[in-house]
């Protein structure tokens, strides 16, 4: 008996692969995503009391209250926007759940979803699950930048959803006011709905304004916003996100939820609701926190011959390697890993077509400065 798979496309992930040949190699792995600095202290500190006081059984499957009115009031703080605790804010167990469940509450077998290239690798198979069709855009391959004529021209009747994601990953490019402003017009005049994946939300450098789908009322009215304690707070291992939709598309999306992992780790959400409120300059100065890591990496780095291309927001760095070789990027990741003993993570993975000749590669700089020191020492070798 053949079994027939519903992911033909999909294999191992790129990150799992890469982390794994860091393994081997004894790399240093500034490949996959995940900062290998400490949790908050007071974020740790109160997850062991709310398991010793015994907040260890099921969720409710939305959330717990007091999680649910923390995230309101931080994004009217954040955002200008109080969204309704109870009706408008469902805690997931990830970002990555959201998206999925996001994608499979309003895509139909047939629909079509517009998503940018390069875009994470979770977008395409959560859209191929709902029998729709993902229909790939692709940024400025230097800049990243949005072509918005190119987006409505993508726009067909069967068109149901456009995903996007600001602060980008893998390329860290942001979204400013004149974007925001071809959105609303394109959403307006096609009637979508809107995905928008911010969970780089407070990594963002040099005084520039997170813009936040949920600071504009034409935009949130039809949008899911996702968003993700594990990338603010340091704990990406922990598997906790939030989806902020209004009333009619949080219902949607609770009812995928609920028959998908129901309800997330329950004493994880009260502390949470704890650090929210108790610590919000932890959110507040993440930027500030980050960009120190940024510039300093980006300063080591010029000692190489790769070269570092601009990071206006998140936790990766691109870096243009045709100085070091002709390599296609999977390759170079892959003898860079093996042979140089730095991991990073090929761009091509993220594209249905990657652009000819493009020879960038991803370096995450959320790591201990002797993590980035170590990697240093050996790139300045190439």
Request: net charge negative; aromatic share 10%.
């Amino acid at each position: 008996m053949t079994l027939a798979t519903k992911l033909p496309k999909v294999g191992t992930t790129i990150f799992t692969v890469m982390s794994q040949l860091a393994l081997e190699h004894q790399a240093v792995n500034l490949g996959q995503g995940f900062p290998d600095f400490d949790v908050p202290q007071r974020l740790v500190e109160a997850l062991g009391r709310a398991m010793r006081e015994g907040k260890n059984q099921y969720a409710p499957m939305t959330g717990i209250p007091a999680l649910r009115r923390a995230i309101a009031a931080k994004t009217e703080l954040c955002y200008g926007y109080l969204p309704d605790a109870d009706s408008e804010v469902t805690v997931v167990s990830g970002a990555s759940e959201a998206i999925f469940d996001a994608v499979q509450a309003v895509v139909r077998p047939g629909e079509e979803v517009i998503v940018l290239d390069p875009c994470y690798d979770s977008y395409e198979p959560a859209i191929d699950l709902a029998g729709g069709r993902a229909v790939h855009v692709p940024l400025d391959p230097r800049t990243f930048a949005v072509d918005w004529d190119r987006v409505r021209a993508a726009v067909t009747p069967k068109t149901r959803l456009l995903m996007i994601n600001s602060p980008h990953n893998p390329s860290g490019a942001m979204f400013d006011a004149d974007d925001i402003a071809r959105l609303g017009e394109l959403l307006d005049d096609t009637g979508l709905w809107l995905l928008s994946d911010e969970v780089y939300e407070h990594i963002v450098f040099d005084g520039r304004r997170h813009e936040s789908v949920l600071r504009y009322p034409q935009l949130r009215e039809r949008a899911f916003v996702v968003s993700s304690f594990g990338k603010t707070y340091h704990c990406t291992g922990w598997k906790i996100g939030y989806c902020i939709a209004p009333a009619g598309l949080s219902a949607e999306l609770r009812k995928v939820h609920q028959y998908n992992s129901f309800c997330s780790f329950a004493p994880a959400q009260w502390a949470f609701a704890e650090m929210i409120e108790a610590e919000p300059e932890h959110y507040q100065q993440l930027g500030y926190f980050y960009q120190d890591k940024r510039d300093s990496f980006r300063e080591q780095l010029l000692t190489t011959r790769l070269k570092p291309l601009p990071v206006p927001g998140g936790y990766f760095q691109l870096v243009d390697y045709s100085q070091v070789s002709d390599m296609n990027d999977a390759d170079f990741c892959r003898w860079l890993t093996v042979e140089k003993g730095v991991a990073a993570i090929p761009l091509s993975p993220f594209y249905e077509s990657p652009p000819e000749g493009q020879r960038l590669a991803r370096l995450c700089f959320a790591k201990n400065r002797a993590t980035l020191d170590a990697a240093i020492k050996r790139l300045v070798s190439l």
